[in-house]
């Protein structure tokens, strides 16, 4: 997995992160913006690198929806959905934002990598936007990391895609940290479980296990 891209949050951008949420559903100015104006908005703008991502979903008046993938420099999530969460209100749409990760995409070895969490945002459901990262870089491999840490414990989900994109081709690896309490472990990993379902609860691998095991 990719080294962490920039710091992770502060007071500052927990407030900048609330503001923003915030005005995504508040009202707009140009009421007669239509579903049309969302194709301005590219579903996939992913800058090459290690970066931090929003996953953003656009809204139009009459109720139209898009969802935005956009990683880009910055030092925290909001910082890197300001410009476009900006953008979407001048042309009189609103927004949701589900939460965010980090993409690594790289172009020499052509992969895309999507992982991790926004302090400020949440964890989206990141199978979404490796679903977008795939349509637009169809002979890149995706790579999907969920990581949930609970104390000792990690569980870690890793969705690969093989030679289709289909759900059924993706392959289930589970990891898991070392610990002496075993009913902890497991007890903490089921938690775990819970949190990825709920998160995550279009995945069809995740809502097909109902249990963790451990060798």
């Known amino acids: 997995m990719a ?11 927990q407030e900048k992160a609330s503001g923003l949420r ?32 929003v996953q953003v979903h656009a809204i139009a008046p009459d109720g139209t ?14 910082d890197v959905a300001e410009l476009l969460c900006q953008a979407l209100r001048d042309k009189g749409l609103q927004y949701e934002i589900p939460g965010g990760g980090r993409i690594r995409r790289d172009d020499e070895a052509k992969e895309i990598e999507i992982y991790g969490h926004s302090k400020g945002f949440g964890m989206p459901d990141h199978s979404i936007s490796a679903a977008i990262c795939r349509a637009s870089f169809p002979d890149y491999k995706a790579q999907l990391h969920i990581q949930v840490h609970l104390r000792h414990v990690q569980y870690a989900l890793v969705l690969q895609p093989g030679t289709h994109t289909s759900p059924q081709t993706r392959q289930l690896s589970t990891h898991r940290a070392t610990t002496h309490d075993t009913s902890h472990r497991r007890g903490a990993a089921a938690e775990a479980f819970r949190m990825l379902v709920a998160t995550h609860p279009r995945d069809p691998i995740l809502n097909s296990k109902r249990k963790c095991c451990f060798a």
Not at 23 to 44: H, I, M, N, W, Y
Not at 65 to 78: N, Q
Request: proline share 5%.
């Open 3 to 13: 080294e962490e891209a920039g710091p992770t949050t502060n007071a500052a951008d």
């Open 22 to 53: 915030d005005a995504g559903t508040g009202p707009v100015g140009a009421a007669s913006a239509d579903a049309k104006v969302l194709e301005r908005f590219q579903a996939c703008d992913v800058a090459s690198g290690v970066f931090k991502y």
């Open 65 to 78: 929806r898009k969802v935005i993938v956009r990683s880009a420099p910055g030092s925290y999530h909001a």
